[in-house]
């Protein structure tokens, strides 16, 4: 075997070559660093006024006075966290509501609890005396045709009451709320129905730990 064969070809890389290179890919990186900082810098204020009205249009979907006002959301403490978890929910935000008489209306409290296909995070209304006011859907993974169902508020069987609608009024002044006690699920959307019962019962904790 020649030595030319056995010796092996070593590449040598001009030093002027590599500087280039990593000046170049320095400058690009800055580049596409401050681009990216640029379109976050103007669509960051559209998508929290997109969020805040979907909020505002949760809460008012849910208080008994339609003109009610609602506080900045409050300080989520510690005993508020722990008042959730109990039914393996989260407390997100909680906002004061205040009616058109000026009167302290409750609160509006934005809760995450587990679905059949995700996390489904809704607002529930719950008035100073601790009863739930109403339930709206923020967002869901559920199943179209079967967990939408109860998202969407279709009515009951036989009774003709929306799925969520039939927490109106509830509270813990008899326990819990639980499916096939005192409240009703559409046949196939058990596990939908449970979430949001745990989500209301999550909520009707979080404002009772508030004293």
Do not use: R, W
Not at 53 to 78: G, Q, R, W, Y
Not at 102 to 118: I, L
């Amino acid at each position: 075997m020649s030595e030319q064969v056995k010796s092996k070809e070593k590449i040598t890389m001009d030093p002027k070559y590599i500087l280039v290179l990593t000046f170049t890919l320095t400058i690009t990186c800055i580049i596409v660093a401050g681009l990216l900082g640029f379109v976050n810098q103007v669509t960051e204020p559209n998508i929290t006024a997109a969020n805040k009205a979907k909020t505002v249009a949760a809460m008012s979907a849910v208080v008994a006075d339609p003109n009610s006002t609602f506080s900045d959301a409050l300080e989520i403490t510690d005993e508020m966290t722990a008042a959730a978890a109990a039914y393996k929910t989260k407390v997100t935000e909680i906002y004061q509501v205040v009616g058109s008489d000026g009167a302290d209306a409750g609160y509006a409290v934005k809760m995450a609890a587990s679905g059949s296909q995700g996390t489904i995070v809704m607002m529930v209304g719950v008035d100073a005396e601790q009863s739930v006011t109403g339930v709206s859907i923020v967002s869901h993974a559920e199943t179209s045709g079967i967990g939408t169902k109860i998202m969407n508020n279709d009515p009951l069987p036989g009774s003709g009451v929306g799925v969520l609608e039939q927490f109106v009024g509830m509270s813990h002044s008899d326990g819990d709320l639980t499916v096939g006690g005192n409240v009703d699920a559409i046949t196939g959307a058990t596990v939908s129905t449970k979430g949001v019962t745990g989500g209301v019962n999550g909520a009707l904790a979080v404002t009772a730990a508030m004293g």
